[in-house]
Structure formats: C-alpha cells, structure tokens
C-alpha cells in the first residue's frame, strides 16, 4: 500500500509472506504493502544516518528497504518469535543483514531513545498507549503511522496512499501520517 513519493518503489523481491504462520495472537499481522512502506519512508525523510526502528516489524520489510535503498541502520521489535526469525531471514537473503537486525519485544517496553524515525503499523488503542513513551522521545524524532492517528495529537502532515493491494478494509486507499517529537 504505498505509493513513492521521492521516485521509484523498491521492491524487496524475496520478503516471505508470513500472515499464516503468525498463529493466534492478541495484536493481528497485516503486511504493509510496498509502496506503503516507501511511502512512509519518503515522510518521515529517511536517510542514511538515521536510526531506524518499526514497533511491530513482521516479515521486517520496513527496516529492510530503508537499508537497502540508503544504508539506514534499523531494528524491529516483534513479539511473535517466527515472524522476527522471518524478518531476520528476509534481511540476510536481501544483503541488509548487518543494518537490519529483529529482536523479540515487547513494544511497551523495548527502548525506543535510540530512534530517530518510528514506523508502525498498530491498531488505535496501541498506538494511544505508546503515545506518552513516544512524545518522551528525544526533540526531532519523526514518527509515522499507517492509518491510525494519535488520538488528539495531530499529526503535522498526512497523506493518502494508493494501496491496491491492501488486504484489509474496503478502501484501496492507506493514510500516511507524520509527527515531529
């Protein structure tokens, strides 16, 4: 779900699907689509000296295409161990395995004071709950959510994402949005 804003979508061919081996768990996995991803990777401004880290990282393609398209160092916190061993395969086989690292976590825990961007793709009431841990973060880290807001924070820019391949909802559409701690 994602559409490039600085150039061409990259595709990190090779990133297993992984949503029937998540199993049952409280928080769902959703992929991100492509060009989503980059699409959040483009707002935020990434770039190859930021530090990187995605709350839920899945199959890891966030982490993965921002060190693959500018040499971002990234971790991604994961609580379902299959999906950061996923992850952490994905990183090795796309040649980003030294930038891109996957640990097992606890989002409400994990320390985030290293980050300069956050990525997330998480349901409303989570991203509510973080939000105190988030705007505690040093002053000029760029966080960015795909489709939920901060409640009564705004976000200070927002944009809309073709998403065909969005494979929850009705719309075809995803919303990217950008805060500024």
């Given at each position: 779900m994602r559409g490039a804003l600085l150039g061409a979508p990259l595709a990190c061919r090779g990133v297993e699907v992984a949503a029937q081996e998540a199993g049952d768990l409280d928080v769902p996995y959703v992929t991100t689509p492509q060009n989503v991803v980059d699409a959040m990777l483009d707002l935020a401004g990434t770039g190859p000296s930021d530090r990187l880290i995605d709350l839920g990282s899945g199959d890891g393609r966030i982490v993965i295409t921002a060190a693959k398209r500018w040499g971002t160092r990234g971790l991604g916190y994961e609580i379902d161990p299959r999906l950061a061993s996923i992850?952490?395969?994905?990183?090795?086989?796309?040649?980003?395995?030294?930038?891109?690292?996957?640990?097992?976590?606890?989002?409400?825990?994990?320390?985030?004071?290293?980050?300069?961007?956050?990525?997330?793709?998480?349901?409303?009431?989570?991203?509510?709950?973080?939000?105190?841990?988030?705007?505690?973060?040093?002053?000029?880290?760029?966080?960015?959510?795909?489709?939920?807001?901060?409640?009564?924070?705004?976000?200070?820019?927002?944009?809309?994402?073709?998403?065909?391949?969005?494979?929850v909802g009705l719309r075809k559409t995803s919303r990217v949005m950008l805060w500024t701690v």
């Open positions: 992850a952490t395969r994905n990183a090795r086989r796309e040649g980003v395995g030294e930038l891109a690292r996957f640990v097992v976590d606890d989002i409400f825990v994990a320390d985030l004071s290293s980050a300069t961007v956050i990525t997330m793709y998480l349901l409303p009431d989570v991203n509510l709950r973080l939000r105190p841990r988030l705007r505690a973060l040093r002053p000029g880290t760029r966080l960015v959510s795909h489709d939920w807001d901060m409640g009564d924070w705004p976000p200070q820019k927002s944009i809309e994402v073709e998403a065909p391949e969005k494979r």
